[in-house]
């Protein structure tokens, strides 16, 4: 969610060229596909631009400064349990078996992502100022 219209219209732009990017990724192949990919790479440009323009116009950030080590272990950890979930599939062959191994990895990368990375992101909560 954009703070103010400056904002939402970077995002728009941003939207508007991954999508483009991305259709012109799938067909690659066909002539508008090249099209797509070179205007959608042409916007991802031009909207990364508007984003660093307005950065200095946000202000001064509410947060303190807050130990990345945390943040780095909830990280590796959804990492792991993405590895886990693709590797693991060439471990068997049998349906039961990936299916198993790909549970397995979602959840580590679930507690990587809704259990590590929170708790080490709310140490310096602005609500508990």
């Known amino acids: 969610m954009a703070a103010n219209s400056k904002q939402g219209q970077s ?11 991305c259709a012109g ?13 070179i205007a959608g790479v042409v916007l991802l440009a031009a909207s990364a631009w508007q984003f660093i323009q307005l ?7 509410a ?10 272990v909830g990280v590796l950890v ?4 993405w590895a886990v979930a693709l590797f693991g599939l060439h471990l068997t062959t049998s349906v ?3 299916l198993v191994i790909a549970l397995v990895g ?7 992502v809704c259990v590590i990375l929170p708790t ?10």
Do not use: H, Y
């Open 11 to 21: 995002f728009g732009v941003f939207l508007v060229g991954l999508t483009l990017a």
């Open 25 to 37: 990724l799938a067909g690659l192949a066909s002539g508008l596909g090249k099209v797509a990919i």
């Open 55 to 61: 950065k200095p116009l946000e202000g001064k950030i």
């Open 106 to 112: 979602l959840a580590i990368c679930l507690v990587g």
């Open 96 to 98: 039961g078996g990936r």
């Open 78 to 81: 959804t990492v792991l349990g």
């Open 63 to 72: 947060l303190g400064a807050q130990v990345s080590s945390m943040k780095a």
């Open 120 to 129: 080490a992101c709310n140490k310096n909560a602005i609500w508990k100022a």
